[in-house]
T-cell receptor
Framework: DVKVTQSSRYLVKRTGEKVFLECVQDMDHENMFWYRQDPGLGLRLIYFSYDVKMKEKGDIPEGYSVSREKKERFSLILESASTNQTSMYLC??????????????FGPGTRLTVT | AQTVTQSQPEMSVQEAETVTLSCTYDTSENNYYLFWYKQPPSRQMILVIRQEAYKQQNATENRFSVNFQKAAKSFSLKISDSQLGDTAMYFCAPRNFGNEKLTFGTGTRLTIIP
């Protein structure tokens, strides 16, 4: 089974702190994604990476950055956390084979509260 | 950019009944995929069913089936013989061919009543 894990289920940080959210997948997937999920808004893509050291902005990248130094790990960084970044953060990964991209597999999510 | 509309924020049905969740989307592409994902309470998001837009036949996975109407840009999910374990948020998500990104709808919260 594909496993996507996230470093924390719950996180509480103060305004202005630098926050790292970590995601690891164990299936050698090329693609990795970071979403935030808010009630009434669904999931919105923050950043996505299709290879080591490669990244592409999603729909709402402002206030976030990412790092992918190894294929299995994709980190989301909040440089200076703000209260409007309080949300559920979901990581996902997907495989790319034969010019076809398959389904995305999701982690359990990190509920971040910024006070 | 794609837009996805799930017009039913919440639904509830009795156990064993059939329920249909609606989804419409807007795309200028001809080749794309459509997905329904399920997020049970406090559990991970998982894929329910997928449909390739070039296939005329509607996808089916056990009790789950879709009604895909390409011209109308509609992709509804039918759950037959609903079970308590079907209680979850359901998200519709199209993806253009050759593009890795999914665009999610706002979700439908489905509750199965015993």
């Amino acid at each position: 089974d594909v496993k996507v894990t996230q470093s924390s289920r719950y996180l509480v940080k103060r305004t202005g702190e630098k926050v790292f959210l970590e995601c690891v997948q164990d299936m050698d997937h090329e693609n990795m994604f970071w979403y935030r999920q808010d009630p009434g808004l669904g999931l919105r893509l923050i950043y996505f990476s299709y290879d080591v050291k490669m990244k592409e902005k999603g729909d709402i990248p402002e206030g976030y950055s990412v790092s992918r130094e190894k294929k299995e790990r994709f980190s989301l960084i909040l440089e200076s956390a703000s209260t409007n970044q309080t949300s559920m953060y979901l990581c996902a990964s997907s495989i790319y084979r034969d010019y076809t991209t398959y389904e995305q597999y999701f982690g359990p999510g990190t509920r971040l509260t910024v006070t | 950019a794609q837009t996805v509309t799930q017009s039913q924020p919440e639904m509830s049905v009795q156990e064993a009944e059939t329920v249909t969740l609606s989804c419409t989307y807007d795309t200028s592409e001809n080749n794309y995929y459509l997905f329904w994902y399920k997020q049970p309470p406090s559990r991970q998001m998982i894929l329910v069913i997928r449909q390739e837009a070039y296939k005329q036949q509607n996808a089916t996975e056990n009790r789950f089936s879709v009604n895909f109407q390409k011209a109308a840009k509609s992709f509804s999910l039918k759950i037959s013989d609903s079970q308590l374990g079907d209680t979850a948020m359901y998200f519709c998500a199209p993806r253009n061919f050759g593009n890795e990104k999914l665009t999610f709808g706002t979700g439908t919260r489905l509750t199965i009543i015993p």
